[in-house]
């Protein structure tokens, strides 16, 4: 399994500001994911973020909106730019890494980060 | 394109019971994974259990049992001897091969909510 942290665990934005979010990995990993799960909705995958590259946005997501970084293997950012309150939602970062059940693949999420934009 | 669906918005079970949680999915890839992850009020995502397409026997782990019916495209979790602290969402999610290994695709959820 992987310990993934994520820092602020919340934060309470005005709009037109940014933010950004930390996410540390305890292992090196090829791939990092961004997630957004806005109020009373499942989770939408907002990029792939590998090192050494530029990240892969999901459709609806662009890069002037949310830019990531990825500067080594176990560590990450995501920046949520010009906020709205629609902005609102909990950022999780997650990983794949081999689970403690048969060695299966896993997707590991860190505690997310709850974003309130007024 | 993958789809799961999860008919749920809401269960109540009483301490001790077991419950069922709906999983449906649509893929049309024969290679393919199925997870369950539990959602407090917290917001952290916790995996509970994994079950691949090719997987003879139900996956178990502790008191989350998977019942997997490929005909019917099922992936229900079984939660016995509920506990207090079982109440979150709860999500299934799928991953496929050719649509992309590397990302879930998520179910709406469902809410369980465990009664003394």
């Known amino acids: 399994s992987a310990v993934i942290s994520q820092k602020p665990s919340r934060d309470i934005c005005q709009r037109g500001t940014s933010l950004t979010i930390q996410c540390q990995v305890d292992?090196?990993?090829?791939?990092m994911f961004w997630y957004r799960q806005q109020p009373g909705q499942s989770l939408t995958l907002i990029a792939t973020?590998?090192?050494?590259?530029?990240?892969?946005?999901e459709s609806g997501f662009v890069i002037d909106k949310f830019p990531i970084s990825r500067p080594n293997l176990t560590f990450s950012t995501l920046t949520v730019s010009n906020m709205s309150p629609e902005d609102s939602s909990i950022y999780l970062c997650?990983?794949?890494?081999?689970?403690?059940?048969?060695?299966?693949?896993?997707?590991?999420f860190g505690p997310g980060t709850r974003l309130t934009v007024l | 394109a993958q789809k799961i669906t999860q008919t749920q918005p809401g269960m109540f079970v009483q301490e001790k019971e077991a419950v069922t949680l709906d999983c449906t999915y649509d893929?049309?890839?024969?290679?393919?994974?199925l997870f369950w992850y539990k959602q407090p009020s917290s917001g952290e995502m916790i995996f509970l259990i994994y079950?691949?397409?090719?997987?003879?026997q139900n996956a178990t782990e502790g008191r989350y049992s998977l019942n997997f019916q490929k005909a019917r495209k099922s992936a229900n979790l079984v939660i016995s001897a509920s506990q207090l602290g079982d109440s979150a969402m709860y999500f299934c999610?799928?991953?496929?091969?050719?649509?992309?290994?590397?990302?879930?695709?998520f179910g709406k959820g469902t809410m369980l909510l465990v009664s003394p």
């Open positions: 893929t049309s890839d024969q290679s393919y994974g």
């Open positions: 973020a590998n090192q050494g590259s530029e990240a892969t946005y």
């Open positions: 292992s090196q990993v090829t791939m």
């Open positions: 999610a799928m991953l496929g091969a050719p649509s992309g290994y590397s990302t879930l695709t």
């Open positions: 079950q691949g397409s090719y997987d003879e």
């Open positions: 997650s990983v794949w890494t081999s689970g403690d059940i048969d060695s299966t693949d896993t997707q590991y």
